[in-house]
């Protein structure tokens, strides 16, 4: 898993910037199944996570308005696109959430969104302020407002909302226990606790960030996850070690929080120094 940290932090330092994204973000690659009932249907840089119930699928994730028919095209391999019953979000950013609206009209589904993300994603403005301006996606419906500890669940299969705030307010991880040969597991769809271009330093629009980044360090410190699944991965490196049957490992979670912790204190530090 350690390819995939590095390219999650990689690609979290560019400037978010329509001239200056990673061309990975567009590029479409095929459906891959993962791991018990979970497949990828992102593009190669972004991660989209569709997973399967008796009941339909839930869809975690609509990266880009750009990608929509991308998206579409890989969900449509592994289901039927009125299937999707309900759609999660990371957070509400361009790159994660400019697809919620265009993927929920051709599916149906219900949206669940972290509560501090849901007027971002109503109003298709990212929340806070960071170095690089603002960067407005499509504004899509919330049907609900999630908060930490709360569950969503569809044909017997329930996950379980994670507030881990920071790089946006209502960034959410996801947690669900699937069956892998067996083997039951803990997976973790890890929200970015990256600064990525956010204002540590005065940001009014968001005061409490860097108490929030803090507190998700801890939080994310004392959870175990067997398997953890990133929305900015290194493709190559998860199609890799999905077909080898590998994704299984439990200091992928630790060493994540360990490096986003470091990367923090040292941009806040150099933000202070300014």
């Known amino acids: 898993m350690r390819g995939i940290w590095r390219a999650l932090l990689a690609a979290a330092l560019l400037p978010a910037t329509a001239a200056a994204n990673p061309p990975a973000w567009t590029r479409s690659v095929a459906p891959l199944h993962l791991i018990g009932p979970i497949d990828y249907v992102g593009t ?6 569709l997973i399967h119930t008796p009941a339909g699928a839930i869809l975690i994730d609509a990266p880009m308005a750009e990608n929509a028919a991308r998206l579409e095209k890989s969900i449509v391999a592994r289901a039927k696109l009125r299937d999707v019953k309900l759609i999660l979000l990371s957070h509400a950013h361009f790159d994660h959430a400019g697809g919620l609206a265009a993927l929920k009209r051709v599916t149906g589904a219900r949206l669940v969104v972290g509560a501090r993300d849901a007027r971002a994603v109503e109003t298709g403005t990212p929340p806070g302020e960071t170095n690089y301006g603002v960067i407005r996606f499509p504004a899509a419906h919330v049907d609900r407002a ?3 500890g709360e569950t969503v669940t569809l044909g017997g299969v329930t996950l379980t909302a994670m507030a881990t705030p920071g790089h946006t307010p209502g960034c959410t991880s996801w947690k669900m226990r699937i069956m892998d040969r067996g083997q039951p597991r803990d997976v973790l769809f890890a929200c970015s606790v990256t600064v990525a271009g956010n204002r540590l330093v005065g940001n009014r629009a968001y005061p409490g960030i860097v108490a929030d980044f803090r507190r998700s360090f801890d ?3 004392r959870e175990r996850a067997d398997v953890v699944l990133p929305f900015h991965p290194d493709f190559a490196d998860l199609s890799t070690r999905a077909r080898r049957g590998d994704l299984v490992d439990a200091t992928a979670l630790p060493k994540m929080v360990a490096d986003a912790r470091s ?3 040292a941009d806040l530090a150099k933000q202070q120094a300014k």
């Open 219 to 221: 939080r994310l410190g």
């Open 263 to 265: 990367a923090f204190d």
């Open 44 to 49: 190669e840089g972004l991660a989209a996570y």
């Open 146 to 148: 999630i908060r930490d």
